[in-house]
């Protein structure tokens, strides 16, 4: 198999059908590797951001090293969920989007849904309103409950947010984990918590609506709805998780 190498990000062609999904691994030096997996063979022929689709089928991408050269341990070991590391000014998905932990549906509604949750990840990760413009549903009842706690009618109000957020905020991927969901064939909705950062740079102060600078865990509910051929969100509810002790423990 030929591996093409374009600066630090491996390109490995691989055909093989596959769940959408990020995986890691190693080579035969024992690098560690992130791949994002295509859907090269699947039924419904989709692939996890479009445009790098067009570029390549399975992006890898080493992880970083400490002074003396020893991999940083990214949890994928373990039982807890992994760290996302930086890559250029993005964090890197380090859990698997699985197409397989959501119930209900064909494999390529479960795939085209996985493959959408990734698109407005990677959107979010630099505020691409445009990008954006395809994903959410621009029906007039779609409503949205923004991470800074408040809420947003129709595509065109969550748009005008993110050109504000654009050139104030620096951002990031927002690794999911604990993804779940249910499909039907005109509905589906996806939950899962995500590692969640993003720094003010604007000039003013910014909103206290909700906190920078600093790492937490947010949950993320998105309700798709199949439009004209594609899935669509007509609703989000986003909100960060707790760390105060359960009530009585439970």
């Known amino acids: 198999m030929k591996i093409i190498c374009l600066g630090g990000v491996r390109i490995e062609p691989d055909d093989r059908p596959c769940s959408a999904g990020v995986v890691v691994g190693e080579d035969a030096t024992g690098a560690r590797w992130y791949t994002v997996k295509r859907?090269?063979?699947?039924?419904?022929?989709?692939?996890?951001?479009?445009?790098?689709?067009?570029r390549h089928k399975s992006a890898k991408v080493q992880l970083p090293t400490d002074d003396l050269g020893k991999t940083i341990d990214d949890g994928s070991s373990s039982s807890t969920p992994s760290t996302?590391?930086?890559?250029?000014?993005?964090?890197?998905?380090?859990?698997e989007l699985d197409a397989a932990r959501l119930v209900g549906g064909s494999e390529a509604d479960r795939s085209r849904v996985v493959e959408r949750v990734h698109e407005y990840l990677e959107a979010n990760a630099s505020f691409d309103w445009g990008q954006l413009q395809d994903i959410w549903s621009g029906?007039?009842?779609?409503?949205?409950?923004?991470?800074?706690?408040?809420?947003?009618k129709g595509r065109e109000h969550w748009t005008r947010l993110w050109q504000f957020y654009q050139p104030n905020v620096r951002s990031g991927y927002w690794t999911p984990f604990d993804l779940g969901g249910v499909?039907?064939?005109?509905?589906?909705v996806v939950w899962c918590e995500r590692h969640t950062q993003s720094e003010w740079?604007?000039?003013?102060?910014?909103p206290q609506a909700r906190r920078y600078g600093v790492s937490f865990i947010s949950r993320s509910t998105m309700v798709f709805r199949k439009e004209a051929g594609d899935w669509r969100v007509v609703?989000?509810?986003?909100?960060?998780?707790?760390?105060?002790?359960?009530?009585?423990?439970?």
Do not use: K, W
């Open 39 to 54: 859907h090269a063979g699947s039924a419904s022929g989709h692939a996890i951001g479009r445009q790098q689709r067009r």
């Open 84 to 95: 996302p590391f930086s890559f250029g000014n993005c964090l890197m998905p380090a859990v």
């Open 139 to 152: 029906a007039p009842e779609a409503v949205f409950f923004n991470l800074n706690g408040h809420t947003y």
């Open 183 to 188: 499909v039907s064939n005109d509905l589906a």
């Open 201 to 206: 740079i604007g000039r003013d102060p910014p």
């Open 235 to 250: 609703h989000v509810h986003f909100s960060e998780a707790s760390t105060a002790p359960r009530p009585g423990g439970i």
